[in-house]
């Protein structure tokens, strides 16, 4: 049972997910670069994050996956995920430049930007080591709410605990399906976690 719901979180919280989950958080605060947006703008951002962060990486997976490229979707060997997040990289990059065209506060590219080096440093450390990647969008979340909450003087302790309780059933769930060891996932938060707080703390 435990491993069922380890599953069942594993997909909730995965990692192409987050992005759309994150956008949607930072649309929805209590602050004034969200408060300016109108309601109808708010759902076509998220619908645009969606599909360009979620929806077009998962179409190419399934094609790596029917030419052998990938064996699963799990990805479990560290040669298998080389073409997946360089895809990922390039779409990510795509977000970020049709988020950046659009006239709302550059919160929401530093975000974009922040999430699309991301990408790139998981990619470069992958060469090296596996590393948890459903742990570094984690970290990216939590990196993403502290360095807003830092830099621009926004309360959102809330917000910030949730992360972290979040963060914690993710990574217990990934060490429940032997996805990871303790090193890759602590590594994956703390990686997602200060490249995203570095973005926001440099503006």
Do not use: C
């Not at 799990?74 to 977000?95: C, G, S």
């Amino acid at each position: 049972m435990e491993k069922i719901l380890a599953r069942i979180f594993s997909y909730i919280f995965h990692p192409l997910l987050v992005p759309t989950y994150t956008m949607a958080i930072l649309l929805n605060m209590q602050a004034y670069f969200a408060l300016i947006i109108p309601e109808e703008a708010k759902w076509r951002l998220i619908g645009i994050v969606f599909l360009v962060t979620f929806v077009f990486p998962g179409i190419l997976s399934y094609f790596f996956l029917r030419t052998g490229i990938i064996n699963s979707f799990e990805m479990e060997t560290r040669q298998e995920r080389v073409f997946p997040l360089l895809i990922t990289a390039i779409f990510f990059y795509l977000n970020y430049y049709l988020i950046n065209g659009v006239e709302i506060s550059p919160v929401y590219a530093y975000f974009a930007i922040g999430a699309t080096s991301l990408v790139i440093v998981t990619l470069l450390i992958n060469f090296f080591w596996k590393i948890s990647m459903h742990m570094v969008a984690m970290g990216a979340l939590f990196g993403t709410l502290l360095g807003i909450s830092l830099a621009l003087y926004v309360s959102i302790p809330k917000l910030i605990f949730a992360s972290v309780i979040i963060a914690g059933l993710t990574g217990f769930a990934r060490l429940k399906l032997s996805a990871h060891d303790p090193a890759q996932i602590y590594t994956g938060f703390l990686t997602g976690a200060i490249v995203m707080l570095v973005f926001f703390l440099a503006v």
